[in-house]
């Protein structure tokens, strides 16, 4: 009985080391790559999926299975959910997959059938709050429009060409604010390029894409993200009060 239970518990303490290992694994890649938050959702869904289903196969253990995911959903909670709690069916699809992972090489074994409902569950969940929820919650949460003056701001070009250094009045400054690590970011530039060109009739608005050092770019890193036609981006440097540099 005791050597049982010692074995129990050896499983429980390697189910822990897993789910400090997949947060590990799962932060990496959001620092190394992209802080993309879909991208975080799928790496630890599929992570506490593969270890859920690891310690499935070496006893069905609920107990252990908590233990797994608690590392990744407690510090995602805390630098997340703290700021953006419309975010929380994430962590819920977490519990889903480590749930489903425990169950699997028993049900696979079993019931194939109930082992593939399974997976098709979570590719549909993830799917939707990937593709649809998850985004319009961010969108929704960073929207801070509001009808009031923009703050007093001086940009430093670093480019070539006419660059909007300082908001006029009567005129429209566009700012979009972008990180080399941003995945949307990234992918809306063409549009912003596209729309600049529309409107480079018009001498009433302007446009300016603006970095930070808060999304850990560089003026080189930032140049570099840029594939097509450099003069529809502008990379000027603007110094605020908390001595945050900021590149468009």
Not at 68 to 93: C, D, Q, R, T
Not at 186 to 193: D, F, H, K, Q
């Amino acid at each position: 009985m005791n050597q049982e239970l010692r074995s129990l518990w050896k499983l429980r303490l390697v189910a822990l080391g897993l789910g400090i290992l997949t947060l590990l694994i799962v932060f990496a890649i959001a620092l190394k790559f992209s802080n993309d938050l879909r991208l975080i959702h799928a790496n630890g869904l599929i992570l506490l999926f593969c270890g859920a289903a690891w310690l499935g196969w070496k006893k069905e253990d609920w107990f252990a299975g908590m233990l797994l995911i608690a590392p990744l959903v407690a510090i995602f909670s805390y630098e997340v959910l703290a700021n953006i709690p419309a975010l929380w069916p994430g962590v819920v699809l977490w519990f889903v997959a480590g749930a489903a992972g425990l169950v699997f090489v028993r049900a696979f074994r079993k019931q194939t059938a109930v082992a593939i409902a399974l997976i098709a569950i979570l590719l549909i969940g993830s799917a939707g709050y990937c593709g649809w929820f998850a985004p319009k919650q961010l969108a929704r949460s960073f929207n801070k429009a509001k009808d009031a003056f923009a703050p007093a701001f001086t940009l430093q070009p670093v480019s070539d060409g006419s660059v909007p250094i300082t908001p006029q009045r009567g005129r429209i400054l566009v700012i979009d604010f972008f990180s080399t690590t941003c995945a949307p970011c990234v992918a809306e530039l063409p549009e912003l390029a596209a729309a600049r060109t529309d409107l480079s009739s018009n001498h009433d608005i302007e446009f300016v894409l603006v970095a930070s050092d808060r999304g850990r770019d560089t003026p080189s890193a930032f140049a570099r993200s840029w594939k097509g036609d450099a003069s529809q981006c502008h990379l000027p440097s603007m110094w605020e009060e908390k001595h945050t540099t900021l590149w468009a």
